[in-house]
């Protein structure tokens, strides 16, 4: 069903413009009279009576049986949002990262130093997500890792030292 052509043409017109000529874009003009309440000493109470609300210069334009705009509407309570944290791990695991790249250095033990790494890794992502338990359990097994694998590391320059001591390229025979 297609729309009729008049009800096409209605909704393809564009707004129509008001003439605001007739309004007055500048101020009212300046009194010597105050419409403010004169000054007492504190403590008097005041005697006279205040200014009604400002009407501004569209007065009289919405007249009708509210002449306040809000009068029909409810009021409704809103109770704030509240966000709830962690407030921060009570007790941080450390994750030995720095221990690890070390031990991944300086010791000759690949097989140990690179799941050392990766643990220290995962002690970390456990720590930022608040499972202690598994940051934990992660943080003991790098720690154990990189204690082996120092261990390692330590044995075997000691004994290259040796080695190189007792058989070195200097011996003439």
């Not at 007065?59 to 949002?81: C, E, K, M, N, S």
């Not at 608040?130 to 590391?153: C, D, P, Q, W």
Request: with cysteine; hydrophobic share 30%; glycine share 6%.
């Amino acid at each position: 069903m297609e729309p009729k052509k008049e009800e096409v043409e209605m909704h393809h017109q564009p707004p129509q413009i008001q003439d605001y000529s007739a309004v007055s874009k500048s101020p009212p003009p300046y009194t010597s009279q105050s419409n403010y309440p004169q000054a007492q000493p504190y403590g008097t109470p005041y005697q006279g009576s205040y200014p009604g609300p400002y009407q501004g210069p569209h007065q009289g334009l919405h007249q009708g049986p509210h002449q306040d705009p809000y009068a029909d509407q409810r009021i409704f309570t809103v109770q704030p949002t509240v966000y709830v944290s962690n407030g921060g791990q009570a007790s941080y695991s450390s994750d030995n990262l720095s221990y690890s790249i070390f031990t991944l250095l300086c010791c000759f033990c690949l097989p140990l130093t690179i799941p050392a790494v990766v643990c220290s890794c995962t002690t970390r992502d456990a720590n930022l997500a608040g499972n202690r338990e598994e940051a934990m359990r992660s943080s003991r097994t790098t720690f154990i890792l990189n204690n082996v694998a120092l261990g390692f590391g330590i044995t075997t320059y000691i004994v290259l030292i040796v080695t190189l001591v007792l058989y070195g390229p200097w011996e003439l025979d």
